[in-house]
Structures are given as C-alpha cells and as structure tokens.
T-cell receptor, first 115, second 108 residues
C-alpha cells in the first residue's frame, strides 16, 4: 500500500533555481494539499486542490505554483527559489467528505534547502 | 477563515505525569482530527471526533470534543517517553488546516 508518495526526499537548490516537487496518491481521494513545516512549527497550507481541475491558495502561497495533473497527482513548483523557502514540504490527500473520513494522509516529506 | 489555536506550545514533563493539550477554533468544526508527528516523519492520525460532547479513548489518551464543536482537548494519563512528539489538531472539509502544534517532551 503506497498511500501518498512524494519525490524527491531531499533537495538542495541555489537561490534563483527552480524545481518541481511531485506527489501522487493511490487512495482515490478527491482533495490534495501541499504544506510546509519550518523547524519546531506546525504545518502551514500552501495550496490545495479540492477536486481534479481546481486549485486554491492556502495560508502561504507566495512564491509557489501548483498543478493538479489528474486525480492522482498534485505537483508544487518553486519558480525562483529563495532561502526563506528552506523547509520540509509535505503532500497530503483526503477524501473530503466532512465526516469521519476527512482525515489527511501524508507523504514522507521533502527536505528542501535553498542556499 | 477558520483558525486553529493550540496550547500550550511546548510542554516538558516527567514520566508518569498527566497533561492536557487544547485546540480551539474561531468557528464550528465539521469534524476534527488529532495527529502525532515524530521527527523526520509525516503526521499520523490518532483519532477523529465528530459529535459535540464526544469522548474517545485510545489507551492512555482521552480525546474530548466540546459541546459546541469549537474546541477539543487531548489528555494523556501517566505520560511515557514514547509519547514524546508534536501533537497537531486538524480540520477542514476541502481546505484542511492544522493548529500551531504542541511539542511534548516526556523525560524518563
């Protein structure tokens, strides 16, 4: 059972470089999310996709773009990386029914360092 | 916009002590989840609460959902070093957000 798979697990970028973080889920979930987690902090929502074909900004969207490629895949792109984007990035998915099945399932995270 | 606030932010206690962590919202929850996150890992679900006034138990962990569904608490009885971690509450139907987290350290 793969669940939510993120790639890569680690990445070092130079300031100004671009990269795309990939995420795929095999649970047939409607909603997918990208979060960032800074040291000692909780999770902050960057972007989310409530269903295939839709994306919306979360709490901290500046400097990021997303693509919901299909129901399974949701990618996060950094067009011009900045040191402030050094963080651990988590992708998650949920069934989004509003009831007991609304829990979020997480990938293993991508540790990104921008130098 | 719904906000989730957790308290306390940090907690360091001795093995065997009891503790309570709180999660409060500016609006009504449809449902609420509690997670624990260990270093280097993603959060893992502990419990979901749905009904106002609901109480759920998971071994030494007791979860309560407020009658008005705007607050929740997590109580740990006789904490053990294995309980160390970051505790997060989360909620949302489509826009799923998390609380600020409570970092718990249980000393042997």
């Amino acid at each position: 059972n793969a669940g939510v798979t993120q790639t890569p697990k680690f990445q070092v970028l130079k300031t100004g470089q671009s990269m795309t973080l990939q995420c795929a889920q095999d649970m047939n979930h409607n909603s997918m999310y990208w979060y960032r987690q800074d040291p000692g902090m909780g999770l902050r929502l960057i972007y989310y996709s409530a269903s295939e074909g839709t994306t919306d900004k979360g709490e901290v969207p500046n400097g990021y773009n997303v693509s919901r490629l299909n129901k399974r895949e949701f990618s996060l792109r950094l067009e011009s990386a900045a040191p402030s984007q050094t963080s651990v990035y988590f992708c998650a998915s949920s069934a989004s029914t509003g009831g007991p099945n609304t829990e979020a399932f997480f990938g293993q995270g991508t540790r990104l360092t921008v130098v | 916009t719904q906000l989730l606030e957790q308290s306390p932010q940090f907690l360091s206690i001795q093995e065997g002590e009891n503790l309570t962590v709180y999660c409060n919202s500016s609006s009504v929850f449809s449902s609420l989840q509690w997670y624990r996150q260990e270093p280097g890992e993603g959060p893992v679900l502990l419990v979901t609460v749905v009904t106002g006034g609901e109480v759920k138990k998971l071994k030494r962990l007791t979860f309560q959902f407020g009658d008005a569904r705007k607050d929740s608490s997590l109580h740990i009885t006789a904490a053990q070093p294995g309980d160390t971690g970051l505790y997060l509450c989360g909620s949302g139907t489509y826009k799923y957000i998390f609380g600020t987290g409570t970092r718990l350290k249980v000393l042997a």
